[in-house]
């Protein structure tokens, strides 16, 4: 592992574990099918302006709660969304402390709306990343380019020395066409990631 290299993880489904969807609808109380809500859940119109840091995550919350006739206020959804949280994949973390213990620079690059920020920093350690690129704070998200411009700015790094790791194609390939070296895995394989082999 080089040390000079930035190393650069996306947060869901790399170093979170996916929600637990059938917890979270039952937690919620919702007045509409399982079916309709993982529709909802699933949609960018649920998503992507909190990504973007466009509303709060009280507007997000009473959006939701609106959309799934979900019979909790405002508290119980936050206690539904965190129960609902499936916790860290072991692999991911390990490689992250294994790399700071050499000396690396780990930072996290995700699309991330407050409320998930929020339980991150009471779940994690925090101390292990050297740099937050948070979509809702930049307002921008992934796989515009400008994201990944503002991060190879900001690290004042050749892209090449940027080693990126992701769940989704298009975010690799938009990665890859700013130089940056991407790697497309997700917590359950990322052991078996080539850029280790190197």
Known sequence: MNKEKVYVFDY???IE????TKGLYK??????TYEEFLEYWSSTENYMEAFKGCISTEEK????????????????YFIAYKGAKMG????????????KKLGNKVCLLSNLAEIDYKIL????????????????KMHKVKPEKEIFLEVIEKLMVNPSDIIF?????????????????????????????SVWKK
């Open 61 to 76: 919350i009473k959006r939701s709660i609106e959309k799934c006739k979900c019979k909790v206020d405002k508290d119980g």
């Open 165 to 193: 790791f992701d769940d989704r194609i298009n975010n690799i390939q938009v990665a890859r066409e700013c130089g940056i070296d991407a790697y497309q895995v997700t917590g359950e394989n990322i052991k078996e990631c």
């Open 17 to 20: 574990k996916p929600m637990d």
């Open 121 to 136: 920093k009471e779940q994690f350690d925090m101390s292990l990343f050297d740099g937050l690129f948070l979509s809702y």
């Open 27 to 32: 937690g919620l109380k919702c007045g509409v």
């Open 12 to 14: 869901g489904k790399v």
């Open 88 to 99: 860290f994949y072991e692999d991911t973390v390990d490689i992250i402390k294994e790399l």
